[in-house]
C-alpha cells in the first residue's frame, strides 16, 4: 500500500506535475487508494513527499566502524553516489530541484534526513576526537564542515563538476594530512 | 543612467515583481528611460539582472599579495561577508532565490561572476604551490573545493550557520595544518 502511494507520486513527477499541484486527492486516485490510506502514515503532502525523495535516493550506508577515517569516507561517499545518481536520474534531479521551491517541503526534507546525517557525520568526529584521530582544539561543528562542504560542493552545487572514483578517500586522507607541502623527513 | 535602470530594476523586485514578470519595457518604464537605452548596454534581461545582483552584493576584495594564506582569507571573507549580507538584506536574498529559479539569469552569472572568481582562487592556489606554501600532489581544482567548500556551506547551504568574525583564517589555518592531532615536538 505504502509503496503503491510513493510510487503513484513518482509516476505523476515523472509525468511533469509540478509539485504544487499535487494534491492528496490526486495522489490517492492515481495509487488507486482512498485519502484516508495516506492520512493513516503521513501528516501531510510534505511528508510524504519526503518519503519520495527517500525512496529514489540510495540508502543510507552502513559505517563499518573500524576507524574514525574509514567512517567518514563512508559518510562522504553516500553523497558522492546520491551526486551521482542525480546527474543520471532525471527523476530525482526533478525532485530535488522542487523540493528546493517548497519551503515547507524543504524544511520537513532537513529535519527528517538532513538533521540526523549531520548528527551522525559529528558523532564519528566526536569519536575521532576521543580516540586520537582527530585534533581536539577545533569545534566539531567547523570540522563537519571541513570534511563536507567540499563534496556537497562538487555533488550539489557544482553540478557540472568531477565526482570520480576514490574522491571520498582522496578529500578525507588530504584534510587529515594538511595543505601544506610535506616536509622531509629527518635524516 | 546605468545607475537609475539597475535601480529601478532594485524597486521593482522590492516590490515583490517575480523576475519572470519584469520586462525591459516595465523597468524602461521604471527607471525613466526609453528601451533603446536598456539595449545600448544589455544585451537582454539576463545580463541587466546579473548587474544588479553585482550591485546589491559587496564588492570583491582587492588581493594584499602578500602571501597565498593572506590571499586565502580575503578570498574566504568577501564570500562570508556575502553570507552574513544575504542573512541582513531581504533584497539580496531575494535576489538569489529569484536568480536560482531562473536557469538563463544563473547561467549568466555563473559565467559573469561566479566563474571568473574561481579562477583567481585557483591562481591563487598555483602561485601558493610555486613558492611552497601550497602541496603540489593534489590537484589545484580539487583544493580549491576543500578551501571555498565549508565557506559556501555555511553562507549559501546553511543558512543558518554561524559565520563568526575569524572563520575565513580558521578555515584556511586549520586546512593548511592538518586535522589530525598536532603530534608533540620531538624532545
Known amino acids: 500500500m505504502e509503496r503503491a502511494i510513493i510510487e503513484g507520486v513518482m509516476k505523476l513527477l515523472e509525468e511533469g506535475v509540478p509539485l504544487a499541484e499535487l494534491s492528496i486527492e490526486r495522489i490517492a486516485r492515481t ?7 495516506i492520512y493513516r502514515r503521513w501528516s501531510g503532502k510534505e511528508e510524504l513527499f519526503v518519503d519520495v525523495v527517500r525512496a529514489a535516493e540510495p540508502p543510507d550506508a552502513e559505517l563499518p566502524g573500524t576507524s574514525m577515517r574509514d567512517d567518514l ?4 561517499e553516500s553523497l558522492r553516489q546520491r551526486g551521482l545518481l542525480s546527474r543520471s536520474s532525471a527523476i530525482l534531479h526533478n525532485v530535488h530541484a522542487q523540493m528546493k521551491s517548497s519551503p515547507k517541503v524543504w524544511t520537513a526534507y532537513h529535519n527528517l534526513v538532513v538533521a540526523p546525517r549531520r548528527r551522525l557525520g559529528v558523532e564519528v568526529l566526536r569519536r575521532g576526537q576521543r580516540n586520537g584521530e582527530l585534533r581536539e582544539d577545533v569545534d566539531v561543528e567547523l570540522l563537519n564542515d571541513l ?5 556537497l560542493l562538487r555533488s550539489v ?20 594530512e594538511g595543505l601544506r607541502p610535506v616536509s622531509s623527513p629527518p635524516p
Open 31 to 37: 495509487a488507486g487508494v482512498g485519502k484516508a490510506a
Open 73 to 76: 569516507v563512508v559518510l562522504l
Open 147 to 151: 570534511f563536507v562542504g567540499p563534496m
Open 157 to 176: 552545487m557544482r553540478p557540472d563538476a568531477d565526482l570520480p572514483d576514490g574522491l571520498s578517500e582522496q578529500i578525507v586522507d588530504t584534510l587529515l
